[in-house]
């Protein structure tokens, strides 16, 4: 089978070797291209050392080509599938790569404070007087809620105006806590990166991390913004 | 050939001997070049990151962090292609559950930086009522 690592506009193909030390090729004859291993068999388990070789061959493709890539796990059985596939979705593939030629993808977390305190002026009136816990957890939750949505916009709207594209990811159940991709041009990640910094100061309570640059795996996909 | 059945059966167990010995040391190859590729790729990254970061704010551990957002990014980003995949959605699922021993340190990690995703949240714990 062969393990698909990305797809690019170029048939240079990475330095160093793929999954257990496989050589990695190019395969098709005009773009995208796709870029993988040939392997009898793969673990069932992969393991952090996989995860980052199939890192470091997509990464070994984004100086001088554009790259889209892959899901970690993408397989076709043969080299015929694997063209098939590329002729397939061609269009698809070639206008992604048009997306994010030239950009590279950050990932930006973030923490703000929420802080709980009552809110003496929300009050339910009438009636047997204030709402019981129920009523004032919610209004409690919702008001945190909001502060951090405030917080959270200021973070994220000035780096989202620095960005190509951006994608906002499911934080979990903390209203302050946010993640987000954010698709951005080459030549303005130093720009990017010092507007993170300016924000961890500006913003009372907040922690933001930054890391990347990522190959656009948040990008990769139509419809994914 | 078909002569002697003792000299066949020692046959037989030498070549499966050697054959042991052989995916033995191809298993030791492996290893060696694994355990390689491990130390200076993980070197390299740390050296990357902590050029990317110099001079920010920053009390984190980055790998664990960059580990986190590979996470994210391989498992649930990229192209995905349908029918031809071959790595079942089981493994994948088993992938997970071999990486949660892995990421159980970077979760608390994840609940101090409030990627929340777990039960320990804030907002789900009985005093916040």
């Known amino acids: 089978m062969l393990y698909v690592y990305g797809l690019t506009d170029s048939t240079r193909e990475p330095e160093g070797p793929g ?30 050392v996989d995860l980052w070789t199939h890192e470091r061959v997509v990464e070994g493709l984004m100086n001088g ?50 802080e709980r305190e009552p809110t003496p002026s929300i009050t339910t009136g009438g009636g047997g007087g204030a709402g019981g816990p129920g009523t004032t957890y919610l209004l409690r ?14 973070i994220h709207e000035p780096l989202a105006r620095l960005a190509r594209h951006s994608a906002r990811k499911a934080g979990g159940l903390d209203p302050g806590a946010f993640k987000a991709a954010y698709l951005v041009d080459r030549e303005r990640v130093e720009e990017f990166r010092a507007r993170v910094d300016e924000l961890t100061a500006e913003i009372e309570g907040a922690r933001i991390v930054c890391t990347g640059p990522w190959p656009p795996y948040s990008f990769s996909a139509e419809g994914r913004q | 050939m078909n002569g002697d059945p003792e000299r066949a ?35 390299r990254r740390e050296a990357s990151l902590e050029r990317q970061h110099q ?25 995905v292609i349908h029918g031809d995949i071959t790595l079942a959605v089981a493994d994948v699922d088993l992938l ?6 892995m990421v159980a340190s970077v979760e608390t990690l994840e609940r101090d930086l409030g990627v929340s995703l777990s039960a320990q949240s804030p907002s789900l714990r009985a005093d916040a009522f």
């Open chain 1, 19 to 48: 999954l257990h030390g496989a050589p990695v090729c190019a395969f098709g004859s005009q773009p995208p291209f796709a870029i993988a291993s040939e392997h009898r068999d793969l673990p069932a388990h992969p393991d952090e």
């Open chain 2, 9 to 43: 059966r020692e046959l037989a167990a030498l070549k499966r001997d050697a054959a042991r010995e052989r995916s033995r040391r191809q298993r030791e190859v492996a290893a060696a070049r694994r355990d390689r590729d491990r130390e200076s790729w993980g070197a």
């Open chain 2, 96 to 101: 997970y559950v071999g990486l949660r021993a």
């Open chain 2, 55 to 79: 001079g920010t704010r920053r009390a984190l551990r980055d790998r664990d962090v960059s580990l986190l957002d590979l996470i994210d990014r391989l498992l649930d980003g990229g192209v």
């Open chain 1, 65 to 114: 080509s554009t790259v889209l890539p892959m899901r970690f796990g993408s397989t076709v059985a043969d080299e015929a599938s694997l063209l098939a596939l590329l002729e397939e979705r061609r269009p698809e593939f070639l206008s992604l790569i048009g997306r994010v030629r030239g950009a590279v993808e950050l990932s930006v977390r973030a923490q703000v404070t929420a």
């Open chain 1, 141 to 154: 939750r919702h008001d945190a809620q909001q502060r951090a949505d405030e917080a959270v916009s200021r």
